[in-house]
């Protein structure tokens, strides 16, 4: 069974930039979440999908991030313009559903701002 | 609002002793527990999870956690370290009584298992 795919590892970029992270979740997996886990410390819900719709994006900084889940399956979430405090792992993350079953994430993207 | 504490930042222990990874957590309703761990540069790796039923759950590399209601604690837990243990580990929470039952992370305990 395929993980949860993210792209890019990496990133680097220049504040006021702007950034984007694509998901692939776990096939039939209807929930997906962001997740953004800031050095030394735990990961931190962003916000979470069940299917196409956001169930919860409280957290969400919302003048800058934005995310989509076009068609239930691909992610991505944006940061525009990025600040130096948004650099971070951004994890990826997706369960057959919101209440029993465990989360897979994926590898994660670092991304610093510079 | 549901919450996790992991009260270690670190825990030491030595080669070959039982080892003890603490958790409590405060839900509105009844809690899914899990534990993960993650190596440097990877991403989590879910161990095991508290669901209903038995209240001590086994798990993955001989790991296992016990549910403790009265005490809301869920404590990791194994009985003989290995070096290659050493990691972060993280407590999750979902809490069945809120709508968006999303899963909500500790701060992380790093392990180190000392030869």
């Known amino acids: 069974e395929a993980g949860v795919a993210q792209s890019p590892r990496y990133k680097i970029i220049e504040k006021r930039q702007s950034v984007a992270f694509w998901c692939n979740p776990i096939s039939g997996h209807a929930t997906l979440y962001w997740y953004q886990q800031i050095l030394g410390q735990g990961p931190k819900l962003l916000i979470q999908f069940q299917n196409n719709g956001v169930v919860d994006d409280s957290q969400l900084p919302k003048d800058r991030f934005s995310a989509e889940r076009l068609k239930g399956v691909d992610s991505t979430l944006k940061i525009q313009p990025a600040k130096l405090e948004d650099s971070a792992v951004y994890l990826c993350?997706?369960?057959?559903?919101?209440?029993?079953?465990?989360?897979?994430f994926g590898q994660g993207t670092r991304l610093t701002v510079v | 609002a549901q919450s996790v504490a992991q009260p270690e930042d670190q825990v030491n222990v030595a080669e070959g002793n039982p080892l003890t990874v603490k958790c409590t957590y405060s839900?509105?309703?009844?809690?899914?527990l899990f534990w993960y761990v993650q190596y440097p540069n990877r991403g989590l790796q879910f161990l095991l999870k508290?669901?209903?039923?038995?209240?001590l759950v086994k798990g993955s590399y001989g790991f296992e956690a016990e549910f403790n209601k009265s005490q809301t604690s869920f404590h990791l837990k194994k009985p003989s370290a290995l070096v290659s243990d050493s990691a972060l580990y993280f407590c999750a929470v979902r809490d069945n009584h809120n709508g968006a039952n999303n899963l909500f992370f500790g701060t992380g305990t790093r392990l180190t298992v000392i030869p």
């Open positions: 839900v509105s309703g009844n809690p899914y």
């Open positions: 508290y669901i209903t039923g038995d209240n």
């Open positions: 993350a997706s369960s057959q559903d919101m209440w029993g079953t465990e989360a897979f």
